[in-house]
């Protein structure tokens, strides 16, 4: 009740704090944004299944603010604050004590670029999603389901608190960013080597029917657990556009994870591909395979997704991933509405 309270405050200052930008700023703006993703899933789980309501499949359930700021002279302040939620109960996806956990950030950007600062996305989740037709969401179909940026060494599902990133202005296509946390997770320590650290770096390509990526993570493990690892992961991601198709394709190399169904081994190999078609100018069919090595993860999917209108739209996803001795098959069909 407490926390609900504490939102319903939080969002009503900030709703008056964008009306009264707008009505005194013409050069500042406040928008909100968000998504509700919500299907029924029929889920079997090593023998065991389940059949229920299901949310964030396609994407993460959400709600947010943006806003920016003209300094004058090409300067800008921006800034983000997004938090996720599950449309199944009411509560919160990140957590009760973290009301925006998906983003919380302020930046400056300019002729130079953008910086920002504050709990952000690393780059391989940013960026490295092209690898597969389904990109960072759908569920078990997802590219991070052996890609290994979001098991939690490089932060919880891919995102750092305390951290700085600086991506670059595109030029001819190409950009390039690099951040770093100063402490990714949650700790309250004031010595800086007691902290898990996280370096991200990456440069990407995207221009006309060419989109590519590559990224690399290294956390600097907390030095009073001497058993933790020093992890690194590194990946390669790309796709083109054919018209009547696009193809996908993606690499990894994941060393020394600490958590996450890698964790225990030294040294990972993973490889995604898939292609997705459109078909009928409303819809479009995906599909993808996924393997890590040596942890011995696989995956492959099958989906379709069918807009309704440029806000709406309806899809189905059918995917199986095994991790070693679990095996979980998943059907599901929903509905993703943004506003």
């Known amino acids: 009740m407490k926390t609900s309270k504490k939102c319903g405050t939080l969002v009503a200052a900030l ?34 299944s389940r059949l229920g309501l299901k949310d964030g499949v396609q994407s993460g359930s959400r709600w947010g603010l943006q806003g920016v700021e003209d300094l004058g002279d090409g300067y800008r302040v921006v800034f983000r604050l997004e938090s996720g939620f599950h449309p199944t109960t009411g509560k919160q996806a990140q957590g009760s004590d973290r009301i925006f956990g998906r983003w919380a950030y302020m930046g400056l950007a300019g002729g130079f670029g953008e910086v920002r600062l504050g709990r952000q996305q690393v780059l391989s989740d940013s960026w490295g999603g092209v690898a597969s037709p389904f990109g960072t969401g759908w569920s078990g179909a997802a590219a991070s389901v052996t890609s290994g940026f979001n098991d939690g060494d490089f932060g919880s599902s891919g995102r750092v608190n305390n951290a700085v990133i600086y991506t670059t202005p595109t030029f001819n296509g190409w950009q390039a960013g690099l951040g770093y946390s100063f402490e990714a997770h949650d700790s309250t320590q004031f010595e ?86 459109p078909v009928g100018g409303s819809g479009r069919v995906l599909g993808s395979y996924q393997r890590a090595t040596s942890s011995n993860i696989k995956g492959w999917a099958m989906g379709y997704q069918y807009d309704l209108s ?30």
């Open 192 to 277: 800086t080597a007691n902290h898990d650290r996280v370096w991200t770096a990456g440069l990407r390509y995207m221009k006309g029917p060419l989109s590519a990526a590559l990224t690399y993570e290294r956390l600097n493990a907390d030095s009073s657990e001497p058993a933790k690892m020093n992890a690194s992961n590194l990946q390669l991601a790309g796709v083109y556009d054919f018209e009547w198709m696009k193809l996908h394709a993606g690499y990894g190399l994941l060393r020394n994870p600490n958590v996450g169904p890698s964790a225990g081994f030294k040294r990972i190999n993973s490889f995604v591909g898939g292609a997705s078609f």
């Open 15 to 48: 709703a008056a704090l964008s009306c009264s930008s707008i009505a005194h700023a013409s050069t500042s703006s406040v928008k909100l944004y968000g998504l509700i993703d919500m299907g029924l899933a029929y889920e079997r789980n090593s023998g065991e």
């Open 310 to 339: 440029k806000r709406t739209n309806l899809y189905a996803l059918l995917d199986r991933v095994d991790r070693r001795e679990t095996h979980v098959l998943q059907t599901i069909v929903g509905m993703r509405h943004l506003f």
